[in-house]
């Protein structure tokens, strides 16, 4: 598109252009695995969407636990350098007060931390006229009292908030149960291997020569585990998953109605970090008995099972086991990180809709929440 300037002296020098354009500001928290991907993802599509979609995409704050750079006209491509060398600390009233000092409109909070003290911010950005995005799990799964006020919330001041990257990282998973549900499809069950890191650890285990503390660190390596692997090895994280497809389906269940099998020998539980780290190996003589002992033909699945009178909004029951699934079912011919999906509704009857790809990966996951933002950013 060539540039158009009008006769209006006043207006000469204006680019129609640019004007049609929504300028969309966005502030990312967390610049880890997946939050350094999305700003160089966004920075290097950022001219293409604009001439395709007339938005222009301008990350005016990006922010991890210590530091964070403020830039009211936009990162560019060596934002990580910048931040290196003038990032400052702050707190998270600095980021709203820049936005209303520089009139900044049209605002996205992104959070890509798994921080539970940082979704208590939620509502302060709400209330400042921010739209959220999230890749961290923990708002959807704190009680049911704080989910629910923090939609109340969003509806007042007419914010959305977008999360698809919460269940199957880039799989389009919640809008497509929300779409069933909504249009009134009965979901009776939901199963599947809803952990990118576990299906990649337990196919590797299976298949592989190796011990299960090298197959941990690979997952670790590969980005595809929390920044704590324990909240993947001690289900938490998947459990999480599970709660928050449950309460997509307005079924009214707590963290702790999930039964979940945790995978971690005790004495491992409650270390820190770092000493949990460096004592992988504590985990290899555990799993190789299992393996062991394990049927011919079958692999371990850790599983995940929404089921029960899912009707009645306390009817559902919620558990997640390891289990030993033959090698030539849906579940047990999964590959690489993949993670799969399988909604039985009553339309359906016993073939479910299966949804199935990558469940974990910085890349595919920093999609997905590229893809939340391009959603909202199309909206009002
Ligand atoms: N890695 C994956 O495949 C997937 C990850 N997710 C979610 O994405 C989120 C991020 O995961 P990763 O990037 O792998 O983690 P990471 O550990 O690589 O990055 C986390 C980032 O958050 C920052 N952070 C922590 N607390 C903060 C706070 N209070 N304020 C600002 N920044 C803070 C850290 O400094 C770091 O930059 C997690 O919630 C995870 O569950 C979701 C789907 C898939
Ligand atoms: N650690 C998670 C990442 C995505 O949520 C997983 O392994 O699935």
């Given at each position: 598109m060539s540039t158009q300037v009008l006769d209006n002296p006043v207006l000469d020098r204006i680019d129609l252009n640019n004007i049609k354009k929504k300028k969309i500001n966005i502030a990312i928290f967390g610049h880890g695995n997946v939050g350094s991907h999305l700003v160089d993802q966004i920075i290097s599509s950022k001219e293409e969407i604009s001439r395709r979609r007339d938005l222009d995409l301008?990350?005016?704050?990006?922010?991890?636990?210590?530091?964070?750079?403020?830039?009211?006209?936009?990162?560019?491509?060596?934002?990580?350098?910048?931040?290196?060398?003038?990032?400052?600390?702050?707190?998270?009233?600095?980021?709203?007060?820049?936005?209303?000092?520089?009139?900044?409109?049209?605002?996205?909070?992104?959070?890509?931390?798994?921080?539970?003290?940082?979704?208590?911010?939620?509502?302060?950005?709400?209330?400042?006229?921010?739209?959220?995005?999230?890749?961290?799990?923990?708002?959807?799964?704190?009680?049911?009292?704080?989910?629910?006020?923090?939609?109340k919330k969003l509806t007042s001041k007419k914010r959305h908030y977008l999360y698809e990257t919460n269940v199957g990282a880039g799989l389009p998973l919640i809008d497509t149960i929300k779409l069933l549900h909504l249009s009134g499809e009965n979901i009776t069950r939901i199963r599947g291997v809803f952990s990118g890191s576990l299906s990649y650890i337990f196919n590797t285990f299976s298949e592989e020569d190796r011990t299960f503390s090298s197959v941990l660190k690979s997952a670790i390596d590969k980005g595809f585990t929390e920044p704590d692997p324990r909240?993947?090895?001690?289900?938490?994280?998947?459990?999480?998953?599970?709660?928050?497809?449950?309460?997509?389906l307005d079924l009214h269940n707590e963290f702790e109605d999930i039964s979940i099998q945790n995978l971690i020998p005790k004495d491992l539980r409650s270390v820190s970090k770092k000493e949990f780290l460096a004592r992988l190996k504590e985990l290899d003589v555990p799993f190789q008995i299992k393996k062991k002992n394990q049927t011919k033909d079958t692999v371990f699945r850790y599983v995940a099972d929404l089921n029960g009178?899912?009707?009645k909004?306390?009817?559902?029951?919620?558990?997640?086991?390891?289990?030993?699934v033959p090698k030539n079912s849906m579940l047990g011919a999964l590959k690489g990180s993949d993670s799969i999906f399988e909604i039985y509704t009553e339309s359906y009857g016993n073939n479910p809709i299966v949804i199935q790809g990558a469940g974990a990966g910085a890349a595919v996951t920093a999609r997905g929440v590229f893809g939340d933002i391009l959603r909202i950013s199309d909206k009002d």
């Open positions: 301008n990350i005016f704050a990006v922010a991890n636990s210590k530091t964070i750079l403020l830039q009211q006209k936009g990162l560019n491509k060596n934002w990580l350098e910048e931040k290196t060398e003038s990032g400052e600390s702050y707190n998270v009233e600095d980021v709203i007060f820049f936005a209303k000092t520089n009139n900044l409109q049209n605002l996205i909070l992104v959070d890509n931390t798994a921080d539970a003290g940082f979704v208590q911010n939620y509502s302060a950005f709400v209330e400042n006229g921010f739209h959220l995005v999230s890749s961290n799990k923990i708002a959807n799964t704190l009680d049911l009292n704080f989910y629910k006020e923090l939609r909240e993947d090895l001690c289900g938490n994280d998947v459990g999480r998953k599970l709660l928050i497809l449950a309460r997509e009178d899912l009707s909004e306390t009817g559902a029951l919620l558990d997640v086991n390891l289990v030993s």
